[in-house]
């Protein structure tokens, strides 16, 4: 049987920790920190943001989860994000996924779900 993309991500615990090195390393990329630097001064919001995004991909990758947030076009209205910013972010992303040992398939599958919100967050 094969395991979901939920499982292979680590669950909840892994997606979790997932999450916290993904916003780490967008506190630390100089292309996009400015977005993301001012939440430190927030922590409850941060640690809602992060449990929003931990349970909209533990929902998307197949796992136990509802994700009662708003969708992608009403988060990022506003913030009009360009395409360098949502290519850092990815990069970002796939640099943790191999930091977290997470396979290959499981990687493609991860970038598949991200090129498929594109639309929704870019220029909104």
């Not at 989860?65 to 209205?77: E, L, N, Q």
């Amino acid at each position: 049987m094969t395991k979901s993309l939920f499982e292979n991500l680590g669950g909840t615990v892994g997606i979790t920790a997932i999450v916290d090195d993904v916003v780490e390393a967008h506190m630390n990329n100089p292309a996009i920190s400015a977005r993301f630097l001012p939440y430190k001064d927030e922590p409850k919001r941060l640690a809602s943001i992060k449990k929003h995004t931990v349970d909209f991909f533990s929902a998307g990758s197949g796992g136990p989860v509802t994700y009662i947030g708003r969708d992608m076009s009403t988060t990022h209205k506003g913030m009009n994000i360009n395409p360098e910013e949502y290519q850092h972010t990815i990069d970002d992303i796939m640099k943790v996924l191999s930091k977290h040992n997470i396979d290959e398939q499981s990687q493609v599958n991860v970038m598949a779900i991200l090129s498929s919100l594109k639309d929704s967050i870019v220029g909104k």
